[in-house]
């Protein structure tokens, strides 16, 4: 396992952008899927988007095409997920984490570390 750290969130006006960071311990981060989730008031967890090992496969829900984007950079141990065009129901905490098998799944259930969460609220 890796442990997580996000950071980043915050209080935005919509059509804003956000930055979240996720820096992980450990000497296995390039070998694990990174994705980030979120989970807004009285929802389920939901996934938003998801990066390969190598940072060559993205997947991301429909929501949040051509809006966010997910990357990653091995050397520093860090994932990103860069919000722009932000919208009220973007508001959530967002969750950073890390899946070590080895088929890439947008599944919360395939991931086996998880960060603590950074609040991201998107004001109207």
């Known amino acids: 396992q890796v442990q997580l750290v996000e950071s980043g969130g915050g209080l935005v006006q919509a059509g804003g952008s956000l930055r979240l960071s996720c820096a992980a311990s450990?000497?296995?981060?390039?070998?694990?899927?990174m994705g980030w989730f979120r989970q807004a008031p009285g929802k389920e967890r939901e996934f938003v988007a998801v990066?390969?090992?190598?940072?060559?496969?993205?997947y991301y829900t429909d929501s949040v095409k051509g809006r966010f984007t997910i990357s990653r950079d091995n050397a520093k141990n860090t994932v990103y997920l860069q919000m722009n065009s932000l919208k009220p129901e973007d508001t959530a905490v967002y969750y950073c984490?890390?899946?070590?098998?080895?088929?890439?799944?947008?599944?919360?259930?395939?991931?086996?570390?998880w960060g603590q969460g950074t609040q991201v609220t998107v004001s109207s």
């Open positions: 450990g000497r296995t981060f390039s070998s694990h899927t």
């Open positions: 984490a890390a899946d070590s098998h080895v088929r890439i799944s947008r599944s919360s259930t395939a991931f086996d570390s």
């Open positions: 990066i390969d090992r190598n940072g060559g496969t993205t």
